[in-house]
C-alpha cells in the first residue's frame, strides 16, 4: 500500500528560491495549499506539467489534467498518483552583493591614458518564470537557494551565475563609459547611467532562466589613486577646469561691466529725456502764461476804451498824432532856406497842430494864431489819421476859429483895367500862393514881381 498525505505545502526560508517537496505520492482530492508569495509546479518525468498559484488547490482529475495522463496505475488504487512537486518562491530577493574580481582596464580618450577601475554594488533577484527555473536551474536537485544562484554576499564560489555577472559587468562599465563620453574623475555623477545600462544588459541573459534583476545599482567604482597616469589624469582634469573657472570668471565681469555702461547709457537717456519734456513742459507753461497776461492786459485797456468813449482805432489814431506833433516840434523842419524853406515849416507845424486837433478835440480857439491854410491842410490829415472821410472833423460845440488876417493890409482897390498876361507863372512872396499868372496875388495883392 503506498503511503500518500492530503496535505502538501510548504513553509521555510525566505532565501530558497525552488524547494521540492518531500513525498512524491498524493492521492486525488489532497489539499495543496500554495502561499501568496509562492507557486507550484507539478514535475512528472522529466517534465514541467500543472502550475499552481496562491490559494487551497484540491486536486481532482480536472485541474491536474497533465498530471492526470501520466497518472500511475496499480499503486493502490487509481485515486494514488506519482508527482514531484516544487514550491518557488515569487518575492523579490533584496540587497544581494556583487562586485568585479579584478580591475577593469580603461582607455580614457580625453587624455590618451590607460587606467584600471573596479566597481561594486548590489542588486534585487525575483523569479519570472516557474518553468524556466526548474527546468534549466533545478533539474532533478532538491531546490535551489540564493547563494547557490548568485553567490553569497560578494563570495561568488560556486554560483551558477558568478561569470555572467562579473564578465556582463567588466566589459559593459568600460564600453557604456566609452559610449557616454564619461570623464573618470567625473564618474560618480553617472552611477546611475551605469546602473540601468548594466541592469538590462545582464537581465538579458537571466531571462533565459526565469529569472530578472529589477533593480542593479552601481555603488561604487573604485579608481586607482595611486597611479601615475590617475594622478597625471586629475591634474590635467584640475588645471582645465581652473583656466575654464578664470575665463567664466572674465566673462562675468566682462558681462556686467557692459551691462552697467547699458544701465548707464540708459539712465543718462531716461534722464535727459526727463530735462528736456521738463523745460519743454515749462516753455509752455511761461509761453501760457504771458499769453494769458497778454490777453488780461489787451482786456483791460479794451475795458478802459470802452468806459472812455473810445476805440482801439481812435487810440491809435492818439498815437499817431503824438508822434508827429513830437517830429514838428523837434525835427526843425525841412532844413531848406528861402521862402519855400519857411513856408515847409510852416506847413508842417500846421500839419502837427491840425494833426493834435483832430485827435484830441482841441479847439479851433487853440488853433486860432495858426494860419489858417497850415491848419486846413493840418485838419486833413487829422481825419485821415482818424479814419474819418469827407468834411474835416470838429470839436463838438466849438465854434469855428475865424479866420487869420493878412500880414499886410491890402491895396485899394482899383478899377479893374484888362490885365496884361503874364509871361511866366510865379509864387508870392507873402502868402506863398503859387502859379500866380495875375499882376497881383489874389489872395493878399502883392503885386508880381519885377519881370526884368
Avoid at 59 to 85: Q, S
Avoid at 96 to 117: M, Y
Avoid at 213 to 218: A, I, K, R, S, T
Avoid at 235 to 254: G, S
Amino acid at each position: 500500500m503506498v503511503e500518500a498525505i492530503s496535505v502538501i505545502k510548504y513553509e521555510g526560508s525566505n532565501e530558497v528560491l525552488a524547494h521540492k517537496h518531500q513525498k512524491e505520492d498524493f492521492t486525488i482530492g489532497s489539499q495543496l495549499i500554495v502561499h501568496e508569495s509562492q507557486e507550484a509546479l507539478f514535475f512528472k518525468d522529466g517534465k514541467a506539467l500543472d502550475l499552481f498559484t496562491a490559494g487551497r488547490h484540491t486536486l481532482v482529475t480536472n485541474n491536474i489534467p497533465l498530471v492526470r495522463d501520466l497518472m500511475r496505475h496499480g499503486t493502490g488504487g487509481e485515486n494514488v498518483f506519482h508527482a514531484e512537486v516544487y514550491f518557488i518562491n515569487m518575492t523579490t530577493q533584496m540587497g544581494i552583493r556583487w562586485g568585479t574580481d579584478s580591475k577593469v582596464r580603461l582607455f580614457d580618450p580625453a587624455s590618451g591614458l590607460h587606467i584600471e577601475i573596479g566597481a561594486s554594488g548590489n542588486f534585487n533577484l525575483r523569479v519570472t518564470d516557474s518553468r524556466k527555473l526548474i527546468i534549466k536551474l533545478v533539474g532533478t536537485t532538491e531546490g535551489l537557494i540564493q547563494s547557490e544562484a548568485v553567490g553569497d554576499g560578494l563570495s561568488y564560489s560556486n554560483s551558477m551565475f558568478k561569470a555572467l555577472i562579473i564578465n556582463r559587468v567588466k566589459s559593459n562599465l568600460a564600453r557604456i563609459i566609452k559610449e557616454q563620453s564619461i570623464n573618470i574623475l567625473e564618474i560618480d555623477a553617472y552611477l546611475d547611467v551605469l546602473s540601468n545600462a548594466l541592469m538590462v544588459d545582464i537581465n538579458a541573459t537571466l531571462d533565459e532562466y526565469g529569472l530578472t534583476m529589477p533593480e542593479f545599482y552601481v555603488t561604487t567604482v573604485q579608481t586607482p589613486d595611486d597611479d601615475p597616469n590617475y594622478v597625471r589624469l586629475k591634474q590635467q582634469f584640475a588645471d582645465k577646469t581652473l583656466k575654464v573657472r578664470e575665463e567664466e570668471v572674465k566673462r562675468a565681469e566682462a558681462e556686467a561691466a557692459q551691462g552697467r555702461k547699458i544701465v548707464e547709457a540708459q539712465t543718462a537717456a531716461e534722464l535727459k529725456k526727463i530735462y528736456s519734456q521738463g523745460e519743454a513742459d515749462a516753455l509752455i507753461i511761461k509761453a501760457k502764461a504771458e499769453a494769458d497776461a497778454y490777453k488780461m492786459q489787451a482786456e483791460a485797456e479794451a475795458s478802459e476804451m470802452k468806459m472812455k468813449g473810445y476805440t482801439y482805432r481812435d487810440e491809435t489814431a492818439r498815437q499817431v498824432g503824438l508822434e508827429a506833433m513830437q517830429n514838428g516840434i523837434t525835427g526843425g523842419g525841412s532844413g531848406s532856406g528861402g521862402a519855400a524853406g519857411g513856408i515847409g515849416d510852416v506847413a508842417s507845424l500846421g500839419v502837427t497842430l491840425g494833426a493834435m486837433g483832430g485827435v484830441i478835440n482841441m479847439t479851433r480857439d487853440a488853433m486860432s494864431p495858426i494860419m489858417g491854410e497850415s491848419q486846413k491842410v493840418g485838419q486833413d490829415f487829422g481825419n485821415i489819421v482818424s479814419g474819418n472821410t469827407g468834411a474835416p472833423a470838429q470839436a463838438p460845440n466849438v465854434p469855428e476859429a475865424p479866420a487869420p488876417a493878412p500880414e499886410a493890409p491890402a491895396a485899394p482897390a482899383q478899377p479893374a483895367a484888362p490885365a496884361d498876361p503874364v509871361v511866366a507863372p510865379w509864387i508870392c512872396p507873402s502868402c506863398g500862393k503859387i502859379g500866380i499868372t495875375s499882376k497881383f496875388c489874389p489872395n493878399c495883392g502883392i503885386p508880381a514881381p519885377s519881370q526884368n
